[in-house]
């Protein structure tokens, strides 16, 4: 400790600077933990999806190309092939306009009734399709009040295309207005209510200023709902009755053949189901490469 040469008091010492703490980021991982994370989500990638969807194309073409083709080629497979893609043409177009009047209402307005609407369109994500399936037979079959006068007027709802139709409808309507929803509320009203100011209608501000902000989202839940309408079965098969070579769709058609031992075009038929859940894949993964920075604008806005 020095002395004071005026005051022969003794000096204070001078502080010393406190050690330099490394700080850590909680996300910052060393280069073995980032190895073990990745191995271990890329091991049950390939377990669980890989495999399974290699092993599916195996069992297709493990009788040649020709077997492979004359499996698709059955009048049944066709006429499955048809109905498929005609339940989820007329399914998507329909839950993407309920997703967006469902969206447009809940991000845009307040109203009594506002959190249960939310919770309806969430219920098909709760409810078991077989269940969902089981309502529409309640409603439409023959002993109900509705399948009674049904049947009367010649109108056949079960065991036909319109019930198939109305199922479908049913476990894919939240896929569409739950993309938009929190896109819509986090963009709020700012946008339409300047376009209103300026003179422009209802039907322009949703065409010129709602729409195009919303063009993403929408795009994503219209090929999440085209999937699922493809591929659903629980539902389809309550009110479908089985009937083949009419109301089976292709994933009907492959259980059929398959518990027929038909393994080739059960796995035929499958590939088509899988190929087209990949092109949906494929196309989302294309529009965020080359519309990412839109895409993460459009978020942002």
Same mark, same amino acid.
């Given at each position: *400790?020095?002395?004071?040469?005026?005051?022969?008091m003794p000096r204070p010492a001078a502080a010393r600077p406190a050690a330099a703490h490394s700080f850590r980021r909680p996300t910052t991982e060393g280069p073995l933990?980032?190895?073990? =994370?990745?191995?271990?989500?890329?091991?049950?990638?390939?377990?669980?999806?890989?495999?399974?969807?290699?092993?599916?194309?195996? %069992?297709?073409?493990?009788?040649? !190309?020709?077997?492979?083709?004359?499996?698709?080629?059955?009048?049944?497979?066709?006429?499955?092939?048809?109905?498929?893609?005609? /339940?989820?043409?007329?399914?998507?177009?329909?839950?993407?306009?309920?997703?967006?009047?469902?969206?447009?209402?809940?991000?845009?307005?307040?109203?009594?009734?506002?959190?249960? =609407?939310?919770?309806?369109?969430?219920?098909?994500?709760?409810?078991?399709?077989?269940?969902?399936?089981?309502?529409?037979?309640?409603?439409? @079959?023959?002993?109900? /009040?509705?399948?009674?006068?049904?049947?009367?007027?010649?109108?056949?709802?079960?065991?036909?295309?319109?019930?198939?139709?109305?199922?479908?409808?049913?476990?894919?309507?939240?896929?569409?207005?739950?993309?938009?929803?929190?896109? *819509?509320?986090?963009? @709020?009203?700012?946008?339409?209510? !300047?376009?209103?100011?300026?003179?422009?209608?209802?039907?322009?501000?949703?065409?010129? /200023?709602?729409?195009?902000?919303?063009?993403?989202?929408? =795009?994503?839940?219209?090929?999440?709902?085209?999937?699922?309408? *493809?591929? %659903?079965?629980?539902?389809?098969?309550?009110?479908?009755?089985?009937?083949?070579?009419?109301?089976?769709? *292709?994933?009907?058609?492959?259980?059929?053949?398959?518990?027929?031992?038909?393994?080739?075009? !059960?796995?035929?038929?499958?590939?088509?189901?899988?190929?087209?859940?990949?092109?949906? =894949?494929?196309?989302?993964?294309?529009? %965020?490469?080359?519309?990412?920075? %839109?895409?993460?604008?459009?978020?942002?806005?």
């Amino acid at each position: *400790m020095s002395v004071d040469t005026l005051t022969g008091m003794p000096r204070p010492a001078a502080a010393r600077p406190a050690a330099a703490h490394s700080f850590r980021r909680p996300t910052t991982e060393g280069p073995l933990a980032k190895a073990i =994370l990745i191995t271990i989500a890329l091991g049950f990638l390939a377990l669980f999806l890989v495999l399974p969807l290699i092993a599916v194309f195996i %069992e297709a073409f493990r009788k040649g !190309a020709g077997e492979f083709l004359a499996a698709l080629g059955e009048p049944d497979t066709l006429a499955a092939i048809r109905l498929t893609l005609t /339940v989820a043409a007329i399914a998507v177009p329909l839950n993407l306009v309920f997703g967006v009047a469902a969206a447009w209402a809940i991000a845009k307005f307040e109203f009594k009734g506002k959190a249960f =609407l939310t919770t309806l369109i969430d219920l098909p994500f709760s409810v078991s399709p077989v269940i969902s399936g089981l309502v529409y037979v309640l409603l439409f @079959g023959t002993g109900s /009040v509705l399948g009674t006068w049904l049947k009367a007027h010649g109108i056949e709802i079960l065991f036909a295309v319109p019930g198939i139709v109305l199922a479908t409808v049913f476990v894919t309507f939240p896929f569409v207005a739950r993309e938009l929803i929190p896109l *819509m509320q986090d963009q @709020g009203t700012g946008d339409e209510e !300047a376009a209103l100011s300026l003179g422009a209608s209802g039907w322009q501000t949703f065409r010129y /200023v709602t729409l195009p902000n919303i063009k993403w989202g929408l =795009l994503y839940g219209v090929l999440l709902c085209n999937a699922r309408a *493809m591929g %659903e079965f629980g539902a389809v098969s309550v009110v479908s009755g089985h009937i083949r070579g009419l109301t089976n769709t *292709m994933p009907l058609h492959v259980e059929i053949l398959y518990n027929e031992y038909n393994f080739v075009a !059960a796995f035929a038929v499958s590939t088509l189901l899988a190929s087209l859940a990949l092109v949906t =894949l494929v196309f989302k993964s294309f529009l %965020e490469y080359r519309y990412g920075d %839109e895409i993460a604008a459009t978020a942002k806005h």
